[in-house]
């Protein structure tokens, strides 16, 4: 960053896998994190997390504003979908959904968002467990589409 000038931009990106495809194992994730975290690096931000599941990555970073996102986002995917499919790891070519949702975050709450992103896993295991008991019928809620719907016919 420039010396004659001071900026603590925190942003929150969300890329999400065409198909939903994901690595095999363990080990090409971490590849995959790795070459990410140091691409974020090169290109002058500075990369705090990378986490994610099958589908998804969560990518935590300190924002250099002589970028854009957008600029920012689509060389990553461009290099980190190279990179994928450079090593086989699919039978199909590795590709990222368009678009990212993207969260902005004040330096006080860093802390919880590395906490969010670092326990990943665990957040989507209990999040498809509270889906799994709402669409339970003597709730009142059914599964369609991968969302719960509720009968509100008997309030």
Do not use: C
């Not at 969300?14 to 790795?34: A, F, G, K, P």
């Not at 499919?85 to 969260?103: D, I, K, M, T």
């Not at 369609?144 to 016919?153: A, E, K, P």
């Amino acid at each position: 960053m420039k010396t004659d000038r001071f900026t603590q931009i925190y942003l929150h990106f969300i890329l999400v896998v065409e198909e939903r495809e994901w690595m095999t194992s363990e080990e090409e994730e971490h590849e995959l994190y790795q070459f990410i975290h140091q691409m974020v690096n090169r290109l002058g931000h500075r990369s705090l997390a990378i986490n994610g599941i099958p589908g998804h990555l969560h990518l935590l970073m300190e924002f250099n504003p002589e970028q854009s996102p957008d600029e920012t986002i689509r060389e990553i995917k461009l290099a980190s979908s190279g990179f994928v499919n450079a090593r086989r790891w699919l039978n199909a070519p590795f590709r990222w959904e368009p678009g990212y949702g993207a969260f902005t975050y004040s330096g006080s709450q860093i802390g919880k968002a590395l906490e969010y992103i670092r326990n990943q896993q665990q957040y989507h295991e209990r999040e498809q467990e509270l889906l799994n008991s709402l669409s339970k019928p003597d709730i009142g809620g059914t599964m369609v589409n991968g969302r719960v719907l509720f009968d509100f016919t008997d309030v």
